[in-house]
């Protein structure tokens, strides 16, 4: 069975610092690899996906992530963060064995940015 | 998030009472997702379907029916509601053809 973890709860940083928020996966089988953001009392909004392909996914608001097969992870990094970037980013990932496309999601991480 | 929409956005149950929460999509997706969403646990699976007339339990499905007569339609059954039941619902859904899924606005509900 597919499971999602991200491996810090909350994560703060200051205004203009890099950040990577970290998410590893377990699957067997070939995977689809999301990034999902959601700002206090709304929605959920899509960063970026990894489908495949080059394993250096660019998403939007300036976010990217990696995918490594071996590791099994897909981390998400921002080079220069704003106040703005705080929210709570979920990790997901949704199998591609036929049959059984369960979309699963990590228990979050809080990013705080502090001017 | 065009395409998906649910309905409620917000109720109050008391303890006890039933409700059925609705989700629409209009992509022709075949798969369809429930979510429950508190703080510090993201977003828990509780049904999902593959297709019209299918639906398979999640991770947490106890407490909750779900059905797919119709494909665009997910509809999440609480038959006796319960205080822990208090959360925010999400439906998404999803089609072999897309790259990403597409989620409701959300619903509210509160168990007192």
């Known amino acids: 069975a597919q499971s999602v973890t991200q491996l810090d709860s909350q994560v703060p940083v200051f205004e203009e610092a890099p950040v990577e928020l970290r998410c590893n996966y377990s699957?067997?089988?070939?995977?689809?690899l999301f990034w999902y953001v959601q700002y206090p009392n709304q929605g959920l909004q899509l960063l970026l996906k990894y489908l495949s392909g080059s394993t250096l996914v660019k998403g939007i608001n300036g976010f990217e992530a990696e995918f490594n097969k071996s590791q099994t992870s897909f981390h998400l990094r921002k080079p220069s963060v704003h106040i703005s970037d705080t929210a709570e980013y979920f990790c997901?990932?949704?199998?591609?064995?036929?049959?059984?496309?369960?979309?699963?999601f990590g228990k979050g991480t809080k990013l705080t940015v502090n001017p | 998030n065009a395409g998906v929409t649910q309905t409620p956005k917000f109720r109050v149950l008391k303890t006890g009472q039933s409700m059925t929460l609705l989700c629409a999509q209009d992509?022709?997706?075949?798969?369809m997702y429930w979510y429950r969403q508190d703080p510090g646990m993201g977003l828990r699976l509780i049904h999902y379907?593959?297709?019209?007339?299918?639906?398979a339990k999640g991770e947490v499905p106890d407490g909750y029916n779900v059905s797919r007569l119709k494909k665009q339609n997910f509809l999440l059954g609480l038959e006796s509601a319960a205080p822990s039941q208090t959360s925010v619902y999400f439906c998404a859904s999803w089609g072999r053809m897309n790259t990403e899924a597409f989620f409701g606005q959300g619903t509210r509900l509160t168990v007192v």
């Open positions: 997901a990932v949704i199998s591609t064995q036929g049959g059984s496309e369960k979309l699963v």
């Open positions: 992509m022709n997706h075949e798969y």
């Open positions: 699957s067997s089988v070939s995977v689809y």
């Open positions: 379907s593959v297709g019209e007339g299918t639906t």
